[in-house]
């Protein structure tokens, strides 16, 4: 109950092209969704986040699309850049408690030029 | 503020030997969370710790792994007797509960076991 099931594995993009990474979760007491990405040689950093009482937050190029009813979410990097190529975890987690922030596997996200 | 410190950066310990990691949490914080992240795999939650105390070591293995948060000082993640399996990096994380905002987290601590 405590997953979060992260998809695709890897990425390929054309650069100035669309990244769709999706994510699912189960447990219906998450209520924070926060994307990290992540460079080679360095801890994760948090790139955006959403709370489930709006469907999409918007920063720049970056989107989180949330769909309450179907448990699901998935961040979208329009007009991809070759920088931005790095993993990316999408995550969860429940205010009831503590914060233990569950994380999905990753997506490596490579964008050509 | 110099965020979530993490040493060694990277350490590299003989089988059966002992690792120390050492975490010291972004100012103001108290909640520190470790993660481990094997390579091409996402992060696995070992341990969240409050000050002096172990909320939830439901990550941590049960033998030879162990966290403590000092009242003063770093967090530290001890693995007795290492093996090559533990090789992996460490990721230490904080958070003030009152921002809601999710976690910072250190550059991690690259574990190699010879």
């Known amino acids: 109950q405590q997953q979060v099931k992260q998809s695709p594995q890897s990425l390929i993009v054309q650069k100035g092209g669309i990244s769709i990474i999706n994510c699912a979760y189960e447990?219906?007491?998450?209520?924070?969704f926060p994307w990290y990405q992540q460079f080679p040689g360095k801890g994760p950093a948090l790139l955006i986040a959403?709370?489930?009482?709006?469907s999409e937050k918007k920063e720049g190029r970056f989107t989180i699309s949330f769909n309450k009813s179907a448990k699901q979410f998935s961040l979208h990097i329009m007009d991809s850049q070759p920088g931005d190529s790095a993993t990316y975890f999408c995550?969860?987690?429940?205010?009831?408690?503590?914060?233990?922030?569950?994380f999905g596997t990753g997506t490596k996200l490579q964008v050509i030029p | 503020n110099a965020g979530v410190m993490q040493n060694p950066r990277h350490l590299v310990r003989r089988r059966g030997q002992e690792a120390r990691l050492r975490c010291s949490p972004m100012?103001?914080?108290?909640?520190v969370y470790w993660y481990r992240q094997l390579p091409e795999e996402g992060l696995k939650f070992m341990v969240y710790?409050?000050?002096?105390?172990?909320?939830?070591e439901s990550g941590m293995p049960k033998e030879r792994f162990s966290a403590e948060f000092p009242k003063e000082g770093p967090s530290i993640l001890r693995i007795q007797q290492v093996v090559r399996g533990d090789s992996a990096a460490y990721f230490c994380?904080?958070?003030?509960?009152?921002?809601?905002?999710?976690?910072?987290f250190g550059s991690g601590t690259r574990l190699t076991v010879v």
């Open positions: 995550a969860a987690s429940s205010s009831g408690g503590y914060q233990k922030v569950t």
């Open positions: 447990n219906t007491a998450f209520d924070y």
């Open positions: 959403i709370r489930p009482d709006v």
């Open positions: 100012k103001g914080h108290s909640h």
């Open positions: 710790l409050q000050k002096e105390n172990i909320i939830d």
């Open positions: 994380a904080s958070a003030d509960r009152g921002e809601g905002n999710g976690y910072t």
